[in-house]
């Protein structure tokens, strides 16, 4: 069984920051594309940040300079260093991995339970 556990959400003013981090778990073979995903009140879930198994990143152009998405493929974790934080990040937040549990079988995504970023003004 894969399980992705965060951690770092919270409650910070705007301008403040915030480190999330997600830990993978389980039976793993392989995990390509690591990501943070958030999905705000009355909004469709977006793509904040997504890093390759090599290290290419790429951002929403919202957070663009602001967020810093990397990964330990060791310890099989993805972190987002958020700085510069808007009001407008707040969101519920969720890592996604796209990864193999065995060497036969097709990759799917896995996420974790989410964890909430409230950015006061």
């Known amino acids: 069984q894969v399980q992705l556990v965060e951690s770092g959400g919270g409650l910070v003013q705007a301008g403040g920051s915030l480190r999330l981090s997600c830990a993978a778990s389980g039976r793993i073979f392989i995990i390509n594309d690591m990501g943070w995903y958030r999905q705000a009140p009355g909004k469709q879930r977006e793509l904040v940040a997504v890093?390759?198994?090599?290290?290419?990143?790429n951002y929403t152009d919202s957070v663009k300079g602001r967020f810093t998405i990397s990964r330990d493929n060791a310890k099989k974790m993805v972190d987002l260093q958020m700085n510069s934080l808007k009001p407008e990040d707040t969101a519920v937040y969720s890592c996604?991995?796209?990864?193999?549990?065995?060497?036969?079988?097709?990759?799917?995504?896995?996420w974790g339970q989410g964890t909430q970023v409230t950015v006061s003004s």
């Open positions: 996604n991995a796209n990864l193999k549990s065995r060497s036969y079988l097709a990759a799917g995504d896995y």
């Open positions: 890093i390759t198994s090599g290290g290419t990143t």
